[in-house]
């Protein structure tokens, strides 16, 4: 009998988690039975979304819910050959033996890194392109403003933007980051929102005002943009990280909405399923042919997926964040 | 010559408006020119949406921006008759010579008292029809709150949606508005948000969530709303009177939009041009057989305008507030 390990929720948060919140639980793991194969993990997803689940939806002391690339190490079942690499939904766990429940293989582009898979390639990429198109009905040459634009979903929303045409404004909270948006990515403007007063900056950077909102914050952010946004203007609702961790940011201006017509809507990833082939088609071109550009912030051991979490509410990713647990 | 008077707004209000913001005006009116015709105001119309108008868009010593039914008094103008009735957007004017603009002639019918084609058979009730019908999308059946249901435009949502078979609760500022929408209109709950706690009074009343939330007032109404709202929700936003005296109310529950797929959408009644005809068939039908019920506030006497606006906001109207300006 060998041993693998998971990640439990050890008791809820209060507020920014803590490393005491969570344990690394050492479990015993036998082999793959009849029908079953084992998963070796090789890269897991951290991402902001996890945070409100561990008020409610996530049970203690079992795995954390969340999903990675694997690869089958032993297989007893006819649909998996040793080597073949999956996407699992099977949580925060080191190894594993699945019944195939959750599991999707993967047939990753040689030229591409294995990572991309989990980001751009993945559901944070499929985020991106849903909301921006679908959800937020971009039309080319529109006015866009993205928040969080450095960050895993709000880097590709705002290259998906830029793509089509449109003049595109970022949001960020470091000079790094605002750097390698103006200067790699190419946004048309960016603003340090710890730096520069939020709402002053936005007005000056967006003088033909805001069609698209991709929201990522919520609070002072969508305070900023709304009295922006242009008539039938659309904002698409990802996230509102400022409430993830406690007392939510308030909001005034929701008044704007209604002489401009503005549309909010909220989506999440699982909508875009029927966008699935269009969106691997036009992101792996994007990412091969550089126009897609990303970050990531690799984290190296099992054991720190919950410093990996923590570090997306202390603003410690460049980029898309990761835990590697093998190679 | 003989005279005419005016509302005119001498100063601009902060917060609630006062006496002292408007002033009555006394001007000069000559006989109706060549293509012009006479006016003579019969009932106006005072309305929430006017309220933040006085902060900007409405100009300083001219006619407050409103709409009315007058009476051709005389007509030098090919298109109407003395003794014809027309719907004006001439502004809070006694009496006033025009060239045809902005009028439209009313063929009111004789079963329905004048006063209706300023409310449920006008823009009124034009806005709650498109409101809740267009961007609302709503469905026989569904489960939907009314935020001030015994309002202008909410009594008139709140009974579309019965009469399409609708769950429905509304909220309302007093136990004598609440007493008439339970007893006369019929809805299936009523909260008297001045009395009760309102988020968990609309949790109790509401077992089966909410698919449509036709928003009047914002704030805290919203924030009791949201967490309620079923997947695929929707949330017309018509109003937000808890915004419109100074200092906006804060929402906090925004992230409720994310997981359950949220719409909200702001319209204005003019959006809703392309159904008038439909609009007007079908509420004449609801009026003349009782499926659409009514309150009104009269005010008799021109001068009594601005006491009208300002009572909105201090609940004192019971239904449509009115200006009755002549016979």
Redesign the interface.
């Known amino acids: 009998m060998s041993h693998s390990r998971q990640i439990h929720l050890a008791r809820r948060p209060r507020g920014i988690p803590v490393r005491e919140d969570f344990a690394v639980v050492e479990v015993p793991l036998g082999d793959a039975a009849e029908g079953e194969v084992l998963v070796q993990g090789l890269v897991m997803s951290v991402d902001p979304y996890m945070r409100?689940r561990l008020d409610a939806d996530q049970a203690l002391e079992t795995p954390l819910i969340g999903g990675g690339i694997g690869r089958i190490v032993q297989s007893r079942h006819r649909a998996y050959a040793v080597g073949d690499l999956v996407r699992h939904g099977s949580g925060f766990q080191e190894r594993f033996c699945s019944d195939g429940r959750g599991l999707t293989k993967l047939s990753p582009d040689p030229e591409l890194p294995l990572t991309v898979y989990m980001h751009a390639l993945g559901g944070t990429g499929l985020t991106a392109y849903g909301g921006l198109l679908e959800t937020g009905a971009l039309k080319e040459g529109e006015q866009v403003f993205v928040s969080t634009a450095a960050g895993a979903v709000g880097s590709v929303a705002a290259q998906i933007a830029k793509i089509k045409q449109c003049y595109v404004v970022g949001s960020t909270g470091s000079d790094e980051k605002a750097a390698w948006l103006r200067d790699e990515v190419g946004l048309d403007a960016v603003i340090n929102y710890k730096a520069e007063p939020l709402a002053e900056s936005l007005a000056a950077a967006t003088p033909r005002g805001i069609d698209v909102y991709f929201e990522n914050v919520?609070g002072a952010h969508?305070d900023a943009a709304l009295p922006r946004m242009n008539v039938r203007g659309r904002v698409p609702?990802?996230?509102?990280i400022s409430?993830?961790n406690g007392?939510?940011?308030?909001?005034?201006?929701?008044?704007?909405?209604?002489?401009?017509?503005?549309?909010?809507?909220?989506?999440?990833a699982t909508?875009f399923a029927p966008l699935n082939g269009a969106f691997m088609r036009d992101m792996t071109g994007w990412l091969k042919d550089g126009r897609v550009k990303y970050q990531e912030t690799v984290l190296e051991g099992f054991e720190r997926a919950p410093e990996g979490l923590i570090g997306l509410f202390e603003g410690r990713n460049t980029g898309k964040m990761l835990i590697r647990v093998a190679d």
């Open positions: 409100p919520g969508l609702v990802c996230g509102t409430s993830y007392s939510p940011q308030a909001v005034y201006g929701i008044f704007n909405l209604i002489y401009k017509r503005v549309r909010m809507e909220g989506f999440v909508d």
